[in-house]
């Protein structure tokens, strides 16, 4: 009795299975169909591919957008003008804080050069500089030249040598300056170039023009410690100033006014970080009192 039970129910149960097994395989198709109707499908035998074009595809970049990189004009390269210049006042400044004599005064041969062409009225100070720059080199390359590597070698060795002047107190015979004493007196002039480049460089259409700058700078920078007769001197030589065009044109040949005023600026810049440090080391050592 029990197998026919079995059978009975089995039987039910395939009756209304096969029927429902094929109404979901129905509702399937239709569905199946529907969607590729909708959405652009060929067949059912096909890949679901949408007719026409395909979509555009965006490609999408990792990271951050990149800015153009800066391109360093010829000027400022190492066979530049303003390059040669900048080049070797950047190496003077050591990672240890000092300064290296031998990169500075080779920095200062090269704004000799770049000077000289402007005119005469660069001969007070660019004759001048070259003198001190030459008493200085016998200095870093003499027979004490250990001493001579960087400004706090020289300073402390001169001092333990007695070599120092008496602050405020000239020497009798100026080419017997101390090391020292000349280096300062190249820091004032360079104090003087730094300001003339800068505000050449940010000067502002119709304002005043170079010679009037240049002549503010040298008021600033040299004029307190030259005698009058300099003064004066230096007071009539700028009447006869290179005017702006003269010097952006010798500092960065063949670039257009603005490209040459932000070199000439960065080189101002350059001479700047110099001359702060020099100051500062001197300041600490007490030399910036000498005459």
Known sequence: MGVALLTQVSRRYFRHAIPLAVLSLLLLYLCARSFRVVSGCRSWAQSCNPEGPPPVQVRRQSGPLEAPKWKEPPCEGPQGVLGRVMEPFRASLNPEGDLALSQYLAGWRALVRFLTPLGSIFAFATDEASAKVTALEARVHGPEAVHYSSLAAMAAWERRAGLLERPGVAPRDPARSSGSRTLLLLHRALRWSQLCLHRVAAATPGGPDAGVQCGDAYRTALAPHHPWLVRQAARLAFLAFPGRGRW???????????????????????????????QGLLAERGLLGLA
Do not use: I
């Open 248 to 278: 952006l044109g010798l500092a960065c040949p063949g670039a257009g006014e603005t490209e040459a005023r932000a070199a000439l600026a960065r080189a101002a810049a350059t001479l700047e970080a110099v001359y702060n440090r020099t």
